[in-house]
């Protein structure tokens, strides 16, 4: 139960704070939450977070976090995706969460994928730069959106390849030119609006 989430992270997030006082306490919420009684994570959808952040202990909580990832579904089954970051990373519900916790630090987890289901042949997807562009400069409105409303922003990027582990997805950017373009556009108008960027990678000798 949504109730449950406060219950918990305030048990820890006192915890933290007793006995290392210094210390700084953060939630990350997905952008997509479930039924309780959804055991399978089938029917999910996208409505304010509130209910899980309404019991928090704002004293306890330094900032909030939201993570939201574009999807598309199986090349061999019917064609869905979403596309749309006002959807999958609408910063609007963070923002809510934000206002009742009173922080004004919001941090955002999300990527793009330029491939998709790579332990499969027949299931394998694959996004062109010019899509993937797209969903880069989505991501970005969602971001300045917050930022506007006069939050402090910094955005964790997903970047690895995992092609080859179970995820089977292809995060990177680095590995083409095509990619190293529209990544180093989306890092340079972050850093002119004065956005943290980190990412989430490997190091590659």
């Given at each position: 139960?949504?109730?449950?989430?406060?219950?918990?992270?305030?048990k820890?997030?006192?915890?933290?704070?007793?006995?290392?006082?210094?210390s700084?306490?953060?939630?990350?919420?997905?952008?997509?939450?479930?039924?309780?009684?959804?055991?399978?994570?089938?029917?999910?959808?996208y409505?304010?977070?509130?209910?899980?952040?309404?019991?928090?202990n704002?004293?306890l909580?330094?900032?909030?976090?939201?993570q939201?990832?574009?999807?598309?579904?199986?090349?061999?089954?019917?064609n869905?995706?979403?596309?749309?970051?006002?959807?999958?990373?609408?910063?609007?519900?963070?923002?809510?969460?934000?206002?009742?916790?009173?922080?004004?630090?919001?941090?955002?987890?999300?990527?793009?994928?330029?491939?998709?289901?790579t332990?499969?042949?027949?299931?394998e997807?694959?996004?062109g730069l010019d899509?993937?562009?797209?969903?880069?400069?989505?991501?970005?409105?969602?971001?300045?959106?917050?930022e506007?409303?006069?939050?402090?922003?910094?955005?964790?990027?997903?970047?690895?390849?995992?092609?080859?582990?179970?995820e089977?997805?292809?995060?990177?950017?680095?590995?083409?030119?095509?990619?190293?373009?529209?990544?180093?556009e989306?890092?340079?108008?972050?850093?002119?609006?004065?956005v943290?960027?980190?990412?989430?990678?490997?190091?590659?000798?």
């Open positions: 139960m949504p109730s449950d989430y406060a219950i918990n992270v305030n820890y997030l006192g915890y933290l704070k007793k006995y290392f006082p210094n700084e306490g953060s939630i990350l919420l997905n952008s997509i939450t479930y039924d309780p009684e959804d055991e399978n994570w089938e029917n999910g959808d409505v304010s977070l509130v209910p899980y952040t309404m019991g928090l704002p004293d909580v330094d900032s909030v976090g939201i939201g990832f574009p999807w598309v579904s199986k090349a061999s089954s019917k869905r995706k979403l596309f749309d970051a006002q959807d999958f990373l609408s910063t609007s519900f963070i923002i809510e969460s934000a206002k009742l916790l009173r922080t004004k630090d919001i941090w955002i987890n999300t990527g793009t994928f330029s491939r998709k289901y332990d499969s042949s027949i299931d997807v694959r996004i899509q993937r562009k797209t969903l880069l400069d989505d991501i970005l409105v969602e971001v300045f959106k917050a506007e409303d006069g939050y402090r922003i910094w955005v964790n990027l997903f970047a690895e390849d995992k092609s080859e582990t179970t089977a997805t292809d995060w990177s950017y680095l590995e083409s030119e095509g990619g190293k373009v529209i990544f180093k989306f890092v340079q108008q972050l850093n002119d609006n004065e943290e960027l980190a990412l989430f990678d490997i190091r590659k000798d």
